[in-house]
């Protein structure tokens, strides 16, 4: 009966809308938000959910079940991206939804939040079956997405590739190009220099103002990287850049370690011809958990969700936590790493270049006008430097911690935009 219970504890931690409305009750409350305007801002917009027919390679038909959840509209469009990936869930796209919300408040970019996500796994499907879901998903959500409504772009298990199939998709239907659907679309095809990157910089980016914050030179800065993808192997290669040591990789299927330092560059090279990042001559192989528990001076998660919980958040050893996946700690692992000093650098902060970059390829697109690498950089850093600042100000002068700064920062430009548009009836 205790195990029972204590099980249900704990799919409720894990449980990402759970997380979602605890983090939002909180600032909420703070902010002493009236009932109606919780109300409004607690639920999503408009949820879809959408069963795609596909014809497999074999000839045989499967139904896929996707979902597109608009949290609010009321900054601008909906924006977020689209996963792939067996076990989505309304609910996970529902609280993701909410914190693009959130995260492009936080960075003040002038859209809503969105999220899409659709129920499948990439590692069985082919590149064939994996367009022809994607152009039937775009297809039945035709009619809820467009530049000026909801724009897509990549998350976990979806890429540029993925993004082309939706532009074009939409195009065909609209029987005009319409580069601006989508962003993180490839470079050629109206994307924007820089984007791939933007995520990991602007985890860089805030990284280092912390670092800043802490007198900590960037030599003296051990990084401990979890999920060495896209965000996580360009974080991690950024930060080397700056100076810092990254001392420990770990990845779904193993983790090394090395307190002198890891090649970057090399790890990648090692992993592109083996599949793995273990087994790498310059480092240890080493317990995936055991890695994330060693000392460092800045944890970045850069997977998933439910990373650091209440099972093992007394056990991190992390000076900073740099949230480069979106909902990667739960609520109940906030209150211990808030007791044990580590300073939070939250997700809806710590990941918010890669939406900006994306707003900065919607400009460029809707201009038909695109900008050389340095001035998407310089204008990420900008974004990202101010709202660091903005956020931990916001902390010190409420007396609250960076994640709940966050929040009231994002929940308040979110409601007063609700209120000077008013309540259309
Ligand atoms: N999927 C990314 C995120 O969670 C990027 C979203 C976007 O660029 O719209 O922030």
């Known amino acids: 009966m205790i195990a029972e219970t204590q099980a249900a504890g704990l799919d409720r931690e894990l449980n990402p809308w759970i997380s979602a409305e605890a983090r939002f009750n909180q600032a909420a409350g703070r902010l002493a938000l009236d009932e109606g305007m919780r109300k409004m801002l607690s639920l999503p917009a408009r949820e879809v959910t959408v069963h795609?027919?596909?014809?497999?390679?074999?000839?045989?038909?499967?139904?896929?079940?996707?979902?597109?959840?608009?949290?609010?509209?009321?900054r601008g469009?909906?924006?977020?991206?689209?996963?792939?990936?067996?076990?989505?869930?309304?609910?996970?796209?529902?609280?993701?939804?909410?914190?693009?919300?959130?995260?492009?408040?936080?960075?003040?970019?002038?859209?809503?939040?969105?999220?899409?996500?659709?129920?499948?796994?990439?590692?069985?499907?082919?590149?064939?079956?994996?367009?022809?879901?994607?152009?039937?998903?775009?297809?039945?959500?035709?009619?809820?997405?467009?530049?000026?409504?909801?724009i897509p772009a990549p998350d976990i298990n979806t890429n540029e590739r993925t993004m082309a199939w939706i532009m074009d998709t939409y195009s065909m239907h609209k029987r005009q190009n319409v580069t601006a659907v989508v962003t993180g679309k490839p470079l050629n095809l109206g994307g924007s220099r820089g984007r791939p990157e933007?995520?990991?910089?602007?985890?860089?980016?805030?990284?280092?103002?912390?670092?800043?914050?802490?007198?900590?030179?960037?030599?003296?800065?051990?990084?401990?990287?979890?999920?060495?993808?896209?965000?996580?192997?360009?974080?991690?290669?950024?930060?080397?850049?700056?100076?810092?040591?990254?001392?420990?990789?770990?990845?779904?299927?193993?983790?090394?370690?090395?307190?002198?330092?890891?090649?970057?560059?090399?790890?990648?090279?090692?992993?592109?011809s083996t599949g793995s990042i273990t087994e790498f001559g310059e480092a240890e192989d080493m317990d995936r958990d055991e890695a994330l528990y060693m000392p460092c001076e800045v944890l970045l998660p850069a997977a998933k969700e439910n990373i650091v919980t209440s099972l093992n958040a007394h056990r991190i050893r992390a000076r900073v936590l740099c949230e480069g996946a979106n909902g990667p700690t739960t609520p109940p692992a906030d209150a211990v790493l808030?007791?044990?000093?580590?300073?939070?650098?939250?997700?809806?902060?710590?990941?918010?270049?890669?939406?900006?970059?994306?707003?900065?390829?919607?400009?460029?697109?809707?201009?038909?006008?695109?900008?050389?690498?340095?001035?998407?950089?310089?204008?990420?850093?900008?974004?990202?430097?101010?709202?660091?600042?903005?956020?931990?100000?916001?902390?010190?002068?409420?007396?609250?911690d960076n994640r709940t700064a966050a929040y009231m920062l994002a929940l308040d430009r979110v409601q007063f935009a609700i209120k000077i548009r008013g309540i259309y009836a």
Request: glycine share 12%; with cysteine.
């Open 198 to 272: 933007a995520t990991g910089r602007g985890c860089s980016f805030v990284t280092r103002e912390a670092l800043k914050l802490f007198g900590i030179a960037p030599s003296d800065a051990r990084i401990v990287v979890q999920g060495f993808g896209n965000v996580g192997g360009m974080g991690a290669r950024l930060l080397a850049a700056m100076g810092c040591r990254i001392v420990g990789v770990i990845e779904y299927d193993g983790a090394v370690y090395n307190d002198h330092g890891i090649d970057v560059e090399k790890l990648m090279a090692h992993r592109r």
């Open 52 to 74: 795609v027919p596909v014809t497999l390679d074999d000839g045989r038909l499967e139904v896929f079940t996707g979902y597109r959840v608009q949290h609010s509209i009321a």
């Open 77 to 150: 469009p909906a924006k977020g991206g689209i996963r792939y990936a067996p076990d989505v869930t309304l609910d996970e796209v529902r609280a993701l939804a909410s914190w693009m919300t959130w995260k492009c408040a936080v960075v003040n970019i002038p859209y809503g939040g969105g999220k899409g996500g659709v129920i499948c796994d990439p590692s069985i499907l082919s590149e064939f079956e994996l367009e022809r879901i994607t152009r039937r998903y775009t297809a039945e959500l035709i009619d809820v997405i467009g530049p000026e409504v909801d």
């Open 338 to 400: 808030r007791e044990n000093g580590v300073f939070v650098i939250p997700d809806i902060l710590a990941n918010a270049g890669g939406v900006t970059v994306s707003y900065f390829e919607w400009v460029q697109d809707r201009q038909g006008y695109f900008w050389n690498e340095q001035l998407v950089n310089d204008r990420l850093e900008e974004i990202m430097v101010n709202s660091f600042h903005d956020v931990v100000r916001y902390s010190a002068q409420h007396d609250v």
